[in-house]
């Protein structure tokens, strides 16, 4: 089992920075693949960013490639998103998720999700 607490959301302008942390609990944080997903009003969750158990593999969708940096820290038992040049359409809440399977497809654990703005 492991418990996810994301924070580091907020309000921004366009163009703007944030960093997400996700702090997760427990002792197998280090063995399970991790991800990012958001959720805006209105739309389905969609996959934001993946990485693997080491942090030697990351996976991103489309719409945030070459803006977003996924990461971890497995000594601090802590998932990161640095997310730069924010448009308003990355508006949404935000959710970090652990995948004990390490096949990016078996999302067991979720955190609460932490809102992130992005005005025009």
């Known amino acids: 089992q492991v418990q996810l607490v994301e924070s580091g959301g907020g309000l921004v302008q366009a163009g703007g920075s944030l960093r997400l942390s996700c702090a997760a609990s427990?002792?197998?944080?280090?063995?399970?693949?991790m991800g990012w997903f958001r959720q805006a009003p209105g739309k389905e969750r969609e996959f934001v960013a993946a990485?693997?158990?080491?942090?030697?593999?990351?996976y991103y969708a489309d719409s945030v490639k070459g803006r977003f940096t996924i990461s971890r820290d497995n000594a601090k038992n802590t998932l990161y998103l640095q997310m730069n040049s924010l448009k308003p359409e990355d508006t949404a809440v935000y959710y970090c998720?652990?995948?004990?399977?390490?096949?990016?497809?078996?999302?067991?654990?979720w955190g609460q999700g932490t809102q992130v703005t992005v005005s025009s």
């Open positions: 998720a652990a995948d004990p399977s390490g096949l990016y497809r078996d999302y067991d654990y």
């Open positions: 990485i693997s158990w080491s942090g030697g593999t990351t």
């Open positions: 427990g002792r197998t944080f280090s063995r399970y693949a």
